[in-house]
Nanobody, 126 residues
Framework: VQLVESGGGLVQAGGSLRLNCAAS????????MGWYRQTPENQHEPRDL????????????NYADSVKGRFTITGDSAKSTVDLQMNSLKPEDTAVYYC????????????????WGQGTPVTVSS
């Protein structure tokens, strides 16, 4: 499974960006997709969840408190894609954004494998 992200870049505070992630390969039983972020000073820390969508729970979404009301995640399980619309961006949103996908594997015994994209940088200037 490969995840390819696009849409990052440089924007002024208050502006908008839209991130896209497309998964390819064995994605037939994709369960979740989401976006995480990490700043350079926190490279040794776990990535922070930004937003996620669960395709097997009616498209239920989950957001970090810091982005609620500003970011919107949408996804298409048939196409194995997820978008993150980011509005009212703040300098503290500056980070590398990583796409994540959870895919059900196995037949007799099922398990979920998680995959990461390479990351796309987002820089918000003040």
């Amino acid at each position: 499974v490969q995840l390819v992200e696009s849409g990052g870049g440089l924007v002024q505070a208050g502006g908008s960006l839209r991130l896209n992630c497309a998964a390819s390969g064995d994605t037939g039983r994709i369960k979740t997709m989401g976006w995480y972020r990490q700043t350079p000073e926190n490279q040794h820390e776990p990535r922070d969840l930004v937003a996620s969508i669960n395709f097997t729970s009616g498209g239920m979404t989950n957001y970090a408190d810091s982005v609620k009301g500003r970011f919107t995640i949408t996804g298409d399980s048939a196409k194995s894609t997820v978008d993150l619309q980011m509005n009212s961006l703040k300098p503290e949103d500056t980070a590398v954004y990583y796409c994540n996908a959870g895919i059900v594997l196995g037949r007799t015994v099922e398990y979920i494998a998680y995959y990461w994209g390479q990351g796309t940088p987002v820089t918000v200037s003040s």
